[in-house]
T-cell receptor, first 114, second 111 residues
Framework: AQTVTQSQPEMSVQEAETVTLSCTYDTSESDYYLFWYKQPPSRQMILVIRQEAYKQQNATENRFSVNFQKAAKSFSLKISDSQLGDAAMYFCAYRRSSDYKLSFGAGTTVTVRA | DTGVSQDPRHKITKRGQNVTFRCDPISEHNRLYWYRQTLGQGPEFLTYFQNEAQLEKSRLLSDRFSAERPKGSFSTLEIQRTEQGDSAMYLC?????????FGEGSWLTVV
């Protein structure tokens, strides 16, 4: 079974600063996808960024970037130039390439201080 | 709005009653998923459909739970004889390729 671990229940960041969220996962697969989802309070879950395991290059989406370390099974999310609208619960998720269901971590609550 | 739509958004029910949630996926999406999320936790997979076929069910989906997707369009998730432990948010999602889009969820409170 695949497990996803987010060891930081909460993180706080000053507006315009950078914050990094940690995620580790356990799998015996070689081909899979990793995701970061954002879930604002009472709002729907939104995909932030996606990484294919076969790609060595780290994915980047505007102010969001990942550090994917396949051998270490680590997938951290960096939010640069944090904005008030970044405040949300962030979930790391894993999916085998041969499957369609996502396995989620427990989430990290990000608070942005003005 | 062409996103994933769920109804009702909130439901309060007495223990032992049946409840049904509906999900309308993004129109061209052939895969539809149900997840359950409790407060402070990540979503847990319940089941998924490819078109009208239910291809996988989690062990979390007890025999009190049933999901359908007639004609491969909308889906319903019914919970019979609700228990307090069923209180959670039930998330629906849909996909055409590897990008999965979520609805806003249906909150269930069993009192």
């Amino acid at each position: 079974a695949q497990t996803v671990t987010q060891s930081q229940p909460e993180m706080s960041v000053q507006e315009a600063e950078t914050v990094t969220l940690s995620c580790t996962y356990d799998t015996s697969e070689s081909d899979y996808y990793l995701f970061w989802y954002k879930q604002p309070p009472s709002r729907q879950m939104i995909l932030v960024i996606r990484q294919e395991a076969y790609k060595q290059q780290n994915a980047t989406e505007n102010r969001f970037s990942v550090n994917f370390q396949k051998a270490a099974k680590s997938f951290s999310l960096k939010i640069s130039d944090s904005q008030l609208g970044d405040a949300a619960m962030y979930f790391c998720a894993y999916r085998r390439s041969s499957d369609y269901k996502l396995s989620f971590g427990a989430g990290t609550t990000v608070t942005v201080r003005a | 709005d062409t996103g994933v739509s769920q109804d009702p958004r909130h439901k309060i029910t007495k223990r032992g009653q049946n409840v049904t949630f509906r999900c309308d996926p993004i129109s061209e999406h052939n895969r539809l998923y149900w997840y359950r999320q409790t407060l402070g936790q990540g979503p847990e997979f319940l089941t998924y459909f490819q078109n009208e076929a239910q291809l996988e069910k989690s062990r979390l989906l007890s025999d009190r739970f049933s999901a359908e997707r007639p004609k491969g369009s909308f889906s319903t998730l019914e919970i019979q004889r609700t228990e307090q432990g069923d209180s959670a948010m039930y998330l629906c999602a849909s996909s055409l390729n590897s990008y999965i889009y979520f609805g806003e969820g249906s909150w269930l409170t069993v009192v």
